[in-house]
């Protein structure tokens, strides 16, 4: 049974950018997709109702986190993820590789896989592709991620070359473990800013690209001109017909950019996080309503979005609780944000249908101030 496939509807035709729907089991995806992270089966301060009416389709959930607690078997005997979060869209679950990169104190990258000591009580722990195939398949999400090493910005080029080369032989040690026909495996293209790395990694995980490929190793301090380079260079060697997914990857203009050059899935915890620091996404801009300009401001957050928070709260009220630590202003501006994110996803998708992305982008960036 093929539970798994990808229709590429509209090229946009100035830019490229792609529209698409992907098929899964737990149902339909409309590309370019922002895929919401819910770290540990939870997406910070939003209901699940509410995400599904700010229009996620998928949201993502951590591997290395959800082993460790409540733990994987556990999540397996409730059912699988879906039913445990009571989620019943498609969910994606990582490998636990970004953890590799950033809890690099915590482990020691080794040929068999990587051993670490757990954040939370220092208990070791090994991170086998074989281990991480059977954690995976217990959460039962409907696209899981390899075991990779993302290595980090400023890496040499033997580093990066190492690194790649351990991704590779990760890869096809997860591909000979898997046994669910009913989750797609996306390779991870490493390979850091070297262009030689980034296309024979490109180069050797296309064959396993049955389902969908991940851009791995991006957003990790660099540059932003310096990831759209890589973007370019890796277009016209990404493969057609299956969705293209740039990991970490969630700021409105990173979102704009990554589109026009192809890509179809993006994830971030940009959002979520930022809001609970008292930033919003706003049409006009990024707005810090935790500052003093804003206590006696009482306009709506954003007078272009109709989220609940938009259309009932004032940014005084919301600079209120951010700075009275009440968790409800952490959670107004999350959900305004998720959707803001939503909204200007669906806004790239219908653009492209129109081939006027590039009036689109245009527009938005003309709005779009450091406020």
């Known amino acids: 049974m093929n539970y798994f496939s990808f229709e590429l509807q509209h090229i946009d035709k100035r830019t490229g950018a792609r529209a698409g729907i992907f098929h899964t089991p737990h149902g339909d995806i409309l590309t370019p997709v922002y895929m919401p992270v819910g770290t540990q089966a939870t997406v910070k301060g939003v209901y ?11 949201i993502l959930s951590n591997t290395y986190h959800l082993y460790l607690r409540p733990g994987d078997e556990l999540i397996k005997e409730a059912g699988g993820l879906h039913k445990f979060m009571n989620w019943d869209r498609p969910i994606l679950t990582d490998s636990g590789g970004f953890q590799v990169f950033s809890l690099t104190k915590l482990n020691k990258i080794k040929e068999e896989g990587v051993y670490f000591n757990s954040h939370i009580d220092g208990s070791k722990h090994l991170f086998s592709p074989e281990k991480v195939m059977s954690i995976e398949e217990n959460l039962g999400a409907d696209i899981i991620m390899q075991l990779d090493q993302c290595s980090e910005y400023g890496y040499t080029h033997a580093q990066a070359e190492k690194a790649m080369e351990l991704t590779d032989r990760w890869l096809k040690r997860c591909l000979d473990s898997k046994t669910r026909d009913d989750q797609a495996l996306f390779p991870i293209v490493q390979g850091n ?9 490109l180069r050797r995980a296309k064959p396993y690209a049955t389902h969908g490929i991940a851009i791995g190793g991006l957003s990790v301090g660099e540059p932003k001109e310096r990831m759209y380079r890589i973007l370019d260079l890796m277009r016209p060697e990404l493969p057609e017909a299956v969705p293209r997914y740039l990991m970490g990857v969630g700021s409105p203009d990173c979102l704009i950019e990554g589109v026009k050059r192809g890509v179809d899935m993006f994830d971030c915890v940009l ?4 809001a ?3 930033t919003a996404m706003t049409s006009k801009g990024k707005t810090v309503v935790r500052n003093a300009a804003y206590a006696r401001d009482f306009t709506p957050l954003d007078e272009n979005c109709n989220c609940y928070c938009c259309k009932n709260y004032s940014k005084a009220y919301l600079r209120h609780l951010i700075n009275v630590d009440e968790m409800l202003g952490a959670m107004l501006l999350s959900l305004h944000n998720v959707t803001f994110l939503h909204k200007l996803m669906k806004g790239m998708r219908e653009a492209i249908f129109a081939d006027s992305l590039t009036e689109f982008t245009e527009e938005f960036y003309a709005n779009y101030k450091e406020v």
């Open 48 to 58: 699940p109702r509410d995400l599904k009416e700010a229009g996620s389709q998928i």
């Open 193 to 201: 800013f070297y262009d030689d790395l980034r296309l024979e990694s």
């Open 271 to 274: 959002a979520t996080r930022i």
């Open 276 to 278: 609970r620091n008292g």
